[in-house]
């Protein structure tokens, strides 16, 4: 078991999916959001979720969703955990409460003071994933843009968490030695193109993470 944990993000197909369990992830993660290129139908969904061993975390990635799309999205990807991108604090913890699984809270950072944001989901999410801030007319993730890592420095996190945003496998390692993450999250630093997952990046982002 690896030190630093890895979410593996958008996945899609099953060669790929297949490379970030080989490589070691211990989360896959799936993305139920139409308008992005990673997005999965149910049935695509229900298949990859039938691949994935118990060891490894199957967390689903939505933007604000209603009760349909979260109930659907967690019986088709057998979801373990519900990672929710642009979501109020009543409205997640509704989520919590009728899905009784974990919560993961993005939080989007391009400032020291927007990490302060992290305080407010103690007693409803169950971890942070910091990402960098998107634009405003763009997808609120898989965008590859980073934040300053050193935003970090002295942080004292409320919560478990997971540094996103921009990773890719060459700079992962880096990225663990300047803020002692334990969790990283990645998806389009593992694609050949918008959606398009690459197994060769995906051994190499997993090997990197093992040797930090
Ligand atoms: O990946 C997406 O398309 C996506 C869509 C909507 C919300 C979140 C999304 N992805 C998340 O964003 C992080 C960072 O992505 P990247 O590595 O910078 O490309 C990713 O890990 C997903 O959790």
Known sequence: MPRVASKICGLSTADTLDAAIAGGASHVGFVFF???PRHLTFEKAAGLAARVPERVGRVGVLVDPD??????AIAAGR????????TGRERAAAIAGRSKL????????RTRADLDQ??????IAERIVYDAKTPEDALPGGMG?????KLLDG?????P??????LSPDNVGEAIGVTGARMVDVSSGVESAPGVKDVDKIARFLQAVARS
Do not use: E
């Open 145 to 149: 843009l980073r934040f300053d890592w």
């Open 34 to 36: 139409p308008q992005s």
């Open 155 to 159: 942080f004292a996190h409320p919560l």
């Open 161 to 166: 968490w997971a540094l996103s945003g921009g």
């Open 118 to 123: 992290a305080q407010a989901w103690r007693g």
């Open 102 to 109: 974990p919560i993961w809270i993005a939080v989007a950072v």
């Open 79 to 86: 979801l373990d955990a519900v990672q929710l991108h642009k």
């Open 67 to 72: 009760d349909a799309l979260i109930d659907a």
